[in-house]
């Protein structure tokens, strides 16, 4: 079951969520990394990911935020965005999100 979370509202709902996974793509694989995201305006800042993460994003800006529930059964944050490098860090801008509950 999937409920759509209007862009807007990103900011809000991170908040009931901890660290997640910053997911990147380069040559065909994904590559997923723990990390936090903190909102800024309408972007998501993604604080020191790492340098492969940092330099995926430069060359595929498409990237995904998951974060994982707090509780069991608990919804997943699925946050669509575009990427870019800034320094160290990485800024998303969110195009789209759902909450996610698995089927059980």
Not at 2 to 29: C, M, N
Not at 50 to 62: D, E, I, L
Not at 67 to 83: E, H, N, R, S
């Amino acid at each position: 079951m999937s409920i759509p979370v209007e862009v807007a509202d990103v900011p809000q709902r991170l908040s009931e969520f901890d660290r997640g996974y910053l997911l990147t793509t380069r040559d065909g694989l994904v590559k997923a990394v723990s990390v936090r995201a903190m909102p800024e305006g309408d972007v998501l800042r993604v604080p020191a990911p790492g340098r492969g993460s940092v330099a995926n994003v430069g060359t595929q800006p498409a990237v995904t935020l998951l974060f994982p529930p707090l509780t069991d059964p608990g919804m997943t944050l699925l946050v669509d965005g575009t990427a870019v490098a800034d320094g160290d860090d990485v800024v998303v801008t969110p195009t789209g999100a759902v909450l996610h509950k698995p089927v059980r």
